[in-house]
């Protein structure tokens, strides 16, 4: 089967998220762009900017060692850093992962930026987006959990208890620690919005702390901690979920994952229509359905 024959069939049996119809008030639906105005080319000028701007003691390293630095910088770090001056926000804008971080994935950054998301260095989050399985389990993650940028899925977010981030106080209670050493931790701070399937608006800022690495900490004899509620309906399992596409061809291409269109309406764990694919996965999952008879009219006219 040729290329455009792939693409035609890919296109024909699967549609990408944002055709589902359904809002899930994740950070999706969190107004980003302008809540979050990235300041990327608006101050480029056709000069070439002068060495003498200072740029502390990076001055003093080579070109390929200042950016090896920058690359494992933090996120926010390297979006503050860039604004210290032009050549510093010219060093920055030089990354060829932040580049293309930019240009596929701008609410990924704006998400990240916006909650202060302290632990993810840009190369993790470049090498993050190269990848397309879920962290805890085989399905595709169409989405990342913005605590410690690792790929998830729909259902892993919403019902795996290791993705239901627990508040300062619980971390703080669960652990014994003082504030200023429990923020050595991955956490990030919630936007006040809309979260979760039942759309309960959230006003302040929260801190939201990863349940593992808490976990790891936690004082013994305190017995294991179970929340009131750990299902999806909890608001906190969707503060720091934002969708993401994988990238491809050394990224220069970017793709998303697709539902399957036999899917919809299933709700059986296998089928259900909650499942993304990669497009060669989505081709798999089709002939799947062919081997147990359940393609229907649509199979036989595309595969025949």
């Known amino acids: 089967m040729d290329t455009e024959r792939i693409d035609a069939t890919q296109q024909a049996l699967g549609y990408k998220r944002c055709e589902l119809g359904i809002c899930h008030h994740t950070l999706d639906d969190a107004h980003l762009e302008t809540r979050c105005p990235l300041d990327n080319g608006r101050h480029n000028t056709p000069r070439k900017l002068p060495a003498r701007e200072p740029v502390g003691r990076l001055d003093y390293l080579p070109l390929e060692l200042v950016r090896e630095i920058l690359l494992a910088a933090d ?56 990848t397309t399985k879920c962290s805890s389990c085989d399905r595709f993650g169409g989405y990342l959990y913005l605590i410690t940028c690792s790929r998830v899925c729909y259902f892993c977010f919403t019902w795996n208890i290791d993705y239901f981030p627990l508040s300062d106080w619980e971390a703080i209670n669960l652990t014994g620690l003082w504030r200023r050493d429990i923020n050595r931790l991955p956490h990030v701070f919630s936007l006040p919005g809309r979260y979760g399937p039942s759309a309960e608006p959230s006003k302040g800022r929260t801190m939201l702390f990863d349940r593992r690495a808490v976990m790891l900490l936690k004082r013994a004899g305190d017995g294991q901690h179970q929340p009131d509620e750990y299902t999806m309906g909890e608001p906190r399992r969707f503060m720091s979920i934002i969708s993401a596409p994988y990238l491809t061809h050394a990224g220069q291409k970017v793709e998303w994952g697709l539902h399957c269109r036999l899917c919809e309406g299933n709700s059986d764990w296998e089928n259900h229509f909650m499942n993304q694919f990669t497009k060669d996965g989505l081709v798999a999952h089709n002939q799947q359905h062919r081997a147990t008879g359940s393609v229907g009219g649509l199979g036989s006219t595309i595969w025949e």
């Not at 770090?77 to 804008?93: G, H, I, K, P, Q």
């Not at 930019?102 to 090498?127: D, M, Q, T």
């Open 75 to 130: 996120v926010p770090a390297l979006t503050s850093f860039r604004r210290v001056n032009r050549r510093a926000m010219e060093l920055v804008d030089s990354l060829h992962q932040y580049q293309l971080i930019l240009k596929h994935c701008p609410s990924v950054l704006r998400a990240i930026v916006s909650l202060g998301a302290g632990f993810i260095a840009c190369r993790v989050l470049y090498e993050t987006l190269f």
